[in-house]
């Protein structure tokens, strides 16, 4: 069955820091690179950032540039987005999701298997 579990959200101030983790199945995990989506309330589902299945390739969108990394741990079958120098404008529910198909990195519909998403409130 396939499966993800996002942890790590919280509430924090500006200028903090917060390391979010993804825990997949590893048939899930494997053979596919992992994606982190973001999704504040009455808007659309942002792309966040997308690892590629080695680990090697990364891309992120404009607005986390420089602030948040991803990355990937092969062996715990563990995604992690680590979240730098908050902003309030960074407070959204974040999921992560399984690329499977090819194409535009940032569009989520190229994703499933959602993970049930965490919260993540930044206060100024």
């Known amino acids: 069955q396939v499966q993800l579990v996002e942890s790590g959200g919280g509430l924090v101030q500006a200028g903090a820091s917060l390391r979010l983790s993804c825990a997949a199945s590893?048939?899930?995990?494997?053979?596919?690179?992992m994606g982190w989506f973001r999704q504040a309330p009455g808007k659309e589902r942002d792309f966040v950032a997308v690892?590629?299945?080695?680990?090697?390739?990364?891309y992120y969108a404009d607005s986390v540039k420089g602030r948040f990394t991803i990355s990937r741990d092969i062996a715990r079958n563990t995604v992690y987005l680590q979240m730098n120098s908050l902003k309030p404008e960074d407070t959204a529910v974040y999921y992560c999701?399984?690329?499977?198909?090819?194409?535009?990195?940032?569009?989520?519909?190229?994703?499933?298997?959602w993970g049930q998403g965490t919260q993540v409130t930044v206060s100024s």
């Open positions: 999701a399984v690329k499977i198909s090819d194409g535009d990195y940032s569009d989520h519909g190229r994703y499933a298997y």
């Open positions: 690892i590629s299945t080695d680990g090697v390739a990364t």
């Open positions: 590893a048939r899930t995990f494997s053979g596919s690179p």
